[in-house]
């Protein structure tokens, strides 16, 4: 018996078929499932690239929400604020700065990735 099928009778088959799938790509660039055991569970795993975006349209549909909730809640600032819920409002605004505050940083983000080479996939 030599040393190379005993290692692979010790892997198990779940792990050989794991190893043999992790080394092909699919034909039609869909990714393997693995199954992963955790406990008396099994869950199935795709191994796929994380996305590569840039985080730009998701700040400002964040921020464009919350400027929709600020102007919404303008003319209840008096009733907010005799019901002592007037910080609504400034929840609102802050939400509103700190996703310009978001959008700027990701927009620098976006143009330093794009000078560095092999930063990012091209598409």
């Known amino acids: ?5 005993t290692a692979e009778r010790q892997l198990g088959h779940r792990e050989r078929e ?7 790509r699919h034909e ?5 499932i693995t199954e992963l055991e955790i406990g008396k569970k099994t869950h199935k795993v795709a ?27 303008l003319p209840f600032l008096g009733t907010l604020h005799k019901n002592g819920n007037d910080w609504w409002f400034w929840v609102a605004v ?20 794009a000078r560095r080479p092999g930063g990012r996939r091209r598409a």
Do not use: H, N, Q
């Open 1 to 5: 018996m030599s040393k190379d099928s």
């Open 47 to 73: 191994e796929v690239e994380p996305m590569d975006v840039d985080g730009v349209r998701t700040m400002m549909v964040g921020t464009i929400i919350w400027a929709v909730a600020a102007f919404a809640l």
């Open 94 to 113: 802050a939400g509103f700065g700190l996703g310009c505050i978001g959008v700027e940083y990701c927009r620098r983000r976006r143009r330093a990735l």
């Open 28 to 32: 039609f660039g869909r990714p393997d």
């Open 18 to 24: 794991r190893l043999e799938r992790a080394a092909r």
